[in-house]
Each structure stands twice: as C-alpha cells, then as structure tokens.
C-alpha cells in the first residue's frame, strides 16, 4: 500500500468536471502531474528551468529556430520555427540573416513580422524598453549571451549581430520565444494582465491560469505548422511537487500523465496496467564546484575523490534502473566526449588517498555547504540523491551540508554565480542542478568559457582556462561540424581532467501513462513536446 499523501479538494473535482464538459464539447483532456510548485511564467519566457519550456513555452510560443522534439527515435535536430531560413553574412560572420516565416498570426489575430522579433528582443535585452520585463529577461537573457544588436530589415527579414564571431550562435535561440505585442498593448501594457490572457504563435492557447493549481491549454485548431496540431484537445497542468502525492493522483485517476514516478512503485504501476515510458536523455546530474578564491574544491586532488567516492551503479539501483552511470558532462559514446585521462568511477582507496594528499582526515574534514532544490523537473529524486552522496562524501572525510531551496530560489543562486553575496556570502561553493546537454553550447561551451562566468551567462563556478578559451574561439569561427565536433571533444576532456563538476548520473526523463493515454512521443531531449499525446 503507498504512503498516502493528501490530494488537493479542487484537484478531486476535476474528473467530474471535464467529464462533464466533454460530453458536451466531444472534447479529449489530458490531465498532466508536473513536478513543480507552481505552473512556470506565461507570459512568453517561462520560469523554473529547461524543464518548464515543455509546459508553458514550446506550447503558448514558438522560437526563431526550434528543436525537434516530437521524433523518439533518435536525436532531434533543430528546424525552422518562426525562422524559415538563417545563415551567417560571407563577408561579416558576425552578422545572421533570419529570413521569417510569413502567413503566421498570434492567438490575438494579429500577424507576426519582424517587428514582433525586435520588440521581444528588447523585451528581454533592453532594459530602457516600455515593454522590458525584468522576469523575462532573468530566465532568457544567460541563454542568449552572444547577442550584440539586431535590426529589422524588412517585414519578413531580421539581422542579428554576435558580439564574436559564432558559429554556435542558432543553439540559443529554440530558447528565446516569441509573445504579441498586440496583446501586451491591448492589456494595458501590465504583465501581469499579459500572464492570464498570453498570446503567442503556437500550438496550444491558454484558456485558465489557477497560480499554484493549474493550467489549462487548449488546441490551436490554427496552428501554422499542420504536421504538430495537437492530438488532444485540452492539456490540464497540474503541479505536484511531492513524488508520492504524484503517483497517487495517477492511480486514483485525478491525472492521466506524471513525470518522475518514485522507483519503489513501478512495480505497482505496471500491474495496474500503466506503461512507463524513458528514453536516452541528453541530461546529466551533477554537483557543479566552485572553482573562486576560497572554495575548498579549488584543489583539483578533492574534485577528483569526490568523483572517486560515488558508486554510480548504486545510485542508478537507486532510481530503479531509470538512470545511467556518468563518466562526464555528456555519454561516452558522444562525438563530443574525447579521451580524457582522469576516469570516474568508484575506488575509495584512491578517494582516500587523494584527500590524504590534501590534508584532509577523519579528524580534519573538508567542510563544504551545498545548495540543492527540494525537488522538481530536472531534478530526479533530489534529496534522496543527494543524501546519497552526502553519505559516500563523508567516507573520505568530505562533511557536506545542505541549503535546501524550491527550484526557482535554486535559479537564482545559479545565474548569481559561486562568487555573489547569495552564495559565497553564506558559504555556498556547490551547487547541485541538472543540465541539458543537448547541443554544444549547452553541454560545453556555457560552463567552460570564461568570458561566460556568472553573471555574464552560468559559468557558475568561475573555471578560467586560456587554453580552453582558445578551444572555444576556434569552435566559433568553425562552420564544418566534424571539425566542431573534435574541438568540442578537447574542451570535454580537459573539464573531466580536471573534475571541474561531480557528475553522477544521466536521466531516462521517466513518464508514467494512465491506460487512457494512447500515445506520447517521448523525445531524445529535454523539450517534450505535448502535441504528441493522445487520449
């Protein structure tokens, strides 16, 4: 029998509810346990981390240039979104063309042209603008750190200028999504008005915003791209932060769809006929060090235990199974990953020796405080996790204690950097967050550059390497991928040489589906893309 754990009263009203409502409108819900504490922003960049653009932004919005995330079979790629077309000036590679796609309209009627890209642009990057939000720009404007300047340079034609030249550069942009002005006008230009009546381009509309309770996203019938109207009618989000109250809101039919299921149960779920469907996961879990001034894993003989210390196999046991060992930022079998030297795995005599060397014993530990979320998407089972390494830290005298935060306060600290005051000043020098290892900018380039230190993107820990700052200006200025990829590869190893994080496992990304839902395409990603479920 599960533990029980209450269900919220309005939450055991919307069987009913809909039931009531599709019989009138033949209407095909999917009611979706998302584990956050809060449905993310909506007004156009969605708080609470990558997790949350599944939601509330590849959903309401669309970007320049997408990711595909409905294929399952293998990696997606990125495509044209409101971008049909994009390639960097010959002779000035600094500049791109994004030539846009034309017959697309908001949820509001009115028509997407270039001057909507510009006005979103200064909505996140100008601060001076009538329309900059500063809750936007906090979650988009570290995703997007190469750009210089942009223009309009006619309807249908934008240019964007990097700030260096960056071969790069289109990974940012499935980040950065596109809202109407239109609607911000007509709503008196309140954005909080805009977060209960947002207008985007995509393929679902917003038709009920409870903060904390749910959200409603209904079909766009008009949807541009007719090979992604959605198959279900309406998507009920509703966030449940605790794993257990999660699944038991899947098996007494309050929801149809959760992610992260707790291990211990799927037994149980699949003899009550619900299927649980994984996938590879471009998604790593890691403890991401400090590397400034004062920090104790400035000693690279500590980093490297603590990676020495952690039975990967045990934690991966842990997670039922829904979870594969890390021997880096990204898989071995990664073109990206290289040949580095220094070997993750589990040997507690050389932890030990490592920490000896250092100066650190039973009875003098290294003392290290680190900041971990209470749970949420991206986060896998956080504190049983992290408790978890807690305890194979202290068998090679590493005393680690916890400041445990909800997801969003986590952000914070992340985009402040290991050297601000939230941090440093209240003796933070890791942090625990999982990262999206997708494309090169996010699994490498973001974290090893060190003109990207925080706040100037995350490079949180302030590692600064001019040899692997070179690595990177080569990656830039290189458009033939091949030779992108055995640079990347370089760059790669010389972050596990030099045990610049503590990675431990990689996410499968687990679902687990009522009988009622007949199919979900679960992408080979972070970004999951909700048109694909059908009831």
């Known amino acids: 029998m599960l533990p029980s754990r209450k269900l919220p009263r309005w939450l055991l009203s919307i069987p009913l509810a809909l039931c009531l409502h599709s019989g009138l409108h033949a209407e095909t819900v999917a009611r979706y346990g998302i584990s956050m504490a809060d449905i993310p922003l909506t007004t156009g960049q969605p708080d609470r981390g990558a997790g949350a653009y599944q939601f509330t932004g590849h959903t309401l919005y669309d970007p320049l240039v997408a990711w595909e995330a409905n294929i399952g079979t293998r990696p997606g790629k990125l495509v044209a979104g409101l971008a049909t077309a994009w390639k960097p000036d010959a002779k000035d590679p600094k500049k791109w063309r994004f030539t846009l796609r034309k017959g697309v309209k908001f949820h509001d009627g009115s028509d997407f042209k270039a001057d909507a890209v510009v006005w979103n642009l200064d909505k996140v990057l100008a601060d001076k603008s009538a329309q900059f939000d500063a809750k936007q720009s906090a979650q988009v404007r570290p995703r997007i750190p190469s750009i210089a300047s942009y223009r309009k340079v006619d309807d249908y034609t934008v240019e964007i200028v990097t700030k260096n030249v960056d071969a790069l550069f289109p990974y940012q942009l499935p980040w950065f999504l596109i809202s109407s002005p239109t609607q911000w006008e007509k709503l008196g230009k309140d954005w909080a008005k805009v977060a209960l009546q947002p207008s985007g381009t995509g393929p679902f509309k917003l038709d009920k915003l409870v903060p904390r309770e749910r959200a409603d996203l209904v079909k766009n019938a008009a949807y541009w791209d007719k090979t992604r109207i ?45 299927k649980l469907v994984q996938n590879v996961t471009p998604h790593v879990w890691p403890y ?41 930022q990204v898989d071995a079998t990664n073109p990206w990953f290289g040949k580095p030297t220094f070997k993750l795995g589990y040997d507690l005599t050389a932890a030990r020796a490592l920490m000896a060397q250092a100066g650190y014993t039973k009875a003098n530990p290294l003392k290290a405080k680190v900041i971990i979320a209470q749970g949420g998407t991206g986060q896998m089972l956080s504190l049983p996790m992290n408790e978890f390494v807690q305890q194979s830290l202290a068998e090679i005298n590493i005393a680690i204690t916890f400041e445990v935060v909800e997801l969003e306060n986590l952000y914070l600290h992340w985009r402040s950097g290991a050297k601000s005051d939230m941090n440093a000043g209240k003796g933070i020098t890791a942090i625990n967050l999982g990262y999206v290892t997708a494309d090169p900018f996010y699994a490498i380039t973001r974290f090893a550059d060190s003109r990207y230190v925080a706040p100037n993107g995350v490079n949180w820990g302030g590692f600064n390497d001019p040899a692997v700052d070179a690595l990177l200006d080569k990656i830039r200025t290189t458009f033939d991928v091949r030779v992108q990829d055995g640079l990347l590869a370089q760059v790669h190893q010389t972050m596990v040489d030099q045990a610049l994080m503590l990675w431990v496992v990689h996410d499968t990304n687990p679902h687990a589906l009522s009988p009622k839902v007949k199919e979900f395409v679960q992408a080979q990603h972070w970004f999951q893309d909700l048109t694909t479920i059908r009831m």
């Open 288 to 328: 991401h060090f400090s590397t400034q001034p004062g920090s104790p894993w400035t000693d690279i003989r500590v980093r490297k235990a603590a990676n020495l210390a952690i039975d990967r196999d045990a934690v991966v046991k842990l997670m039922g199974g829904l979870a594969t060992a890390a021997k880096g």
């Open 230 to 274: 959605a198959k279900t009618d309406r998507i009920v989000l509703v966030p449940i932060p605790d794993a257990m109250t999660r699944v038991n809101a899947l098996l007494s039919g309050q929801v149809d769809i959760i992610e992260t299921p707790p291990p211990d149960v799927l037994p149980q779920l699949k003899s009550g006929g619900f």
